[in-house]
């Protein structure tokens, strides 16, 4: 108990601005609130991915919260099974949940929108399935916002689970550089929000406020093992997390 009555709030082990990102004075979710709450993240075994899951479990494991890594491997390319093990291989080394996923191709899907827009969009049906929503079997297109900013204000909604994925700051100017190049209007150019409210759960991206070079000064600190996927290094393909 400390000295104004109150239990003192549990600190995570590591000390930086990455978790300060996920529990600071800024961030969407309070701590209290997070350990009430289901999380799911998006982990490929990048370098972005990896920082947030590792992040995550500094600060979930004092509070006892809920926590599941999911990987999707839609084998597209030659390495999509070493990242597969690789994911397997840091899930046991950091004792986290982890759940794999297969997607299949959908008949006539790829040619319709694009490979990399049909892999987006399986990849949200196979982290909606995980999540246990009934949605994840009908998904025929991204789902869309209900609201673009703040918790929802559903009295329910404070048992949805949240799907956390690693965008971070140097994704919002290459997601604006796509879009715009692809010939998008004003709302396609607009800013990923940090929180949003999906069918049935909160799509959270806690690390939207920092660059990659502070992701990378963080694995650095914490001697973070991370592949490197090369389509990230394509501009002309959608980032795939």
Request: charged share 20%.
């Amino acid at each position: 108990m400390g000295p104004d009555g109150k239990t003192p709030r549990r600190r995570a082990a590591v000390s930086h601005s990455v978790i300060e990102a996920l529990t600071g004075a800024g961030s969407a979710f309070q701590a209290a609130d997070l350990s009430k709450r289901s999380l799911f993240i998006g982990f490929s075994g990048g370098l972005d991915s990896s920082v947030l899951t590792h992040a995550l479990l500094q600060v979930m494991r004092p509070l006892g919260g809920r926590l599941m890594a999911v990987h999707v491997n839609h084998r597209l390319q030659p390495a999509a099974m070493q990242f597969e093990r690789h994911c397997r291989e840091m899930a046991r080394l950091w004792n986290v949940a982890l759940t794999v996923k297969r997607p299949a191709q959908v008949q006539g899907q790829a040619s319709q929108l694009g490979l990399e827009a049909s892999a987006r969009l399986r990849r949200y049906a196979a982290f909606e399935q995980v999540m246990g929503l009934k949605a994840a079997s009908r998904r025929t297109e991204e789902p869309g916002l209900a609201k673009p900013t703040g918790l929802p204000e559903d009295p329910g909604s404070s048992n949805w689970p949240v799907l956390v994925l690693a965008h971070h700051a140097n994704d919002q100017v290459e997601t604006a550089l796509l879009q715009w190049m692809r010939g998008a209007g004003l709302e396609g150019l607009s800013a990923m929000p940090v929180l949003s409210q999906r069918e049935g759960y909160i799509l959270w991206r806690p690390l939207l406020s920092l660059t990659r070079s502070t992701l990378e000064d963080y694995a650095r600190s914490c001697k973070l093992p991370f592949i490197e996927d090369p389509s990230n290094a394509l501009l002309d393909q959608d980032r795939n997390r």
